[in-house]
């Protein structure tokens, strides 16, 4: 079953400003990633994130995680029309590396 | 970084044919490797866990005798898809895990566009 779910929303957001997207899930984690997606491509890793870490930070990336709340937050800064894309959640549970991925939010930035 | 490449990135077929799709890590070494469809507009779906030099692990649905997985060495896994259907049509993605990478990152392939007709 997925475990990542994405808030099921799709961005639409003028080049420079901020975009946040969310991820929830339902039961304990080793770790949580970030994933990006260009239509019809294969998946970018962006970030990992340790149940034990609160908040990492790469580049232009912000990614938080709430275990009591089994959340997740990925924040792009100053966005660029490059970063139009689906943005993935996927959470490893068992520590055995497989991913359960979320639904998915579709970025749009516009130039 | 890792690199992981999938062949062919695109393949049409007729209904009961069977179609080979081939994931190779090209600068790693890999023990795991996983298999992944992907409907239009979906997420993700993880179909099996590919194990070097023993049977592959299926997840709950997906029929083992249909997507046929052998992991023969440390750098590739096959997926072969048997009698396939046009409901078979999806993106079918790979991706493995450095096996000396001492890290829980995982490398995707660009995937595969199959196309039954």
């Known amino acids: 079953s997925q475990q990542g779910e994405e808030d099921p929303q799709a961005l639409s957001i003028q080049e420079g400003e901020n975009a946040t997207m969310n991820c929830s899930y339902k039961?304990?984690?080793?770790?949580l990633q970030w994933y990006r997606q260009n239509s019809g491509r294969g998946l970018v890793h962006l970030i990992l994130?340790?149940?034990?870490?609160r908040e990492k930070h790469s580049g232009r990336l912000r990614v938080t995680l709430d275990t009591s709340k089994k959340s997740s937050s990925l924040l792009i800064t100053a966005s660029r029309a490059a970063d139009t894309a689906s943005y993935f959640c996927?959470?490893?549970?068992?520590?055995?590396?497989?991913?359960?991925f979320g639904k998915g939010n579709q970025v749009v930035v516009i130039p | 970084g890792a690199v992981v490449s999938q062949h062919p990135s695109r393949v049409i077929c007729k209904s009961g044919t069977s179609v080979k799709i081939e994931c190779r890590s090209l600068?790693?070494?890999?023990?795991?490797m996983f298999w992944y469809r992907q409907f239009p507009k979906q997420s993700l779906m993880l179909m099996a866990t590919?194990?070097?030099?023993?049977?592959?692990?299926?997840e709950q649905g997906v029929e083992k005798d249909k997507f046929l997985i052998n992991h023969a060495s440390l750098t590739l896994s096959t997926l072969t898809v048997t009698s396939a259907h046009p409901e078979d049509s999806s993106f079918y993605i790979c991706?493995?895990?450095?096996?000396?990478?001492?890290?829980?990152?995982?490398?995707f392939g660009p995937g595969t566009r199959l196309t039954v007709t």
């Open positions: 991706s493995a895990r450095d096996s000396g990478g001492g890290t829980y990152e995982q490398y």
């Open positions: 039961t304990s984690i080793n770790n």
């Open positions: 994130i340790r149940s034990n870490e």
């Open positions: 996927a959470t490893d549970a068992g520590g055995n590396n497989r991913l359960a």
């Open positions: 600068d790693f070494q890999a023990t795991t």
């Open positions: 590919s194990n070097e030099g023993s049977k592959a692990t299926y």
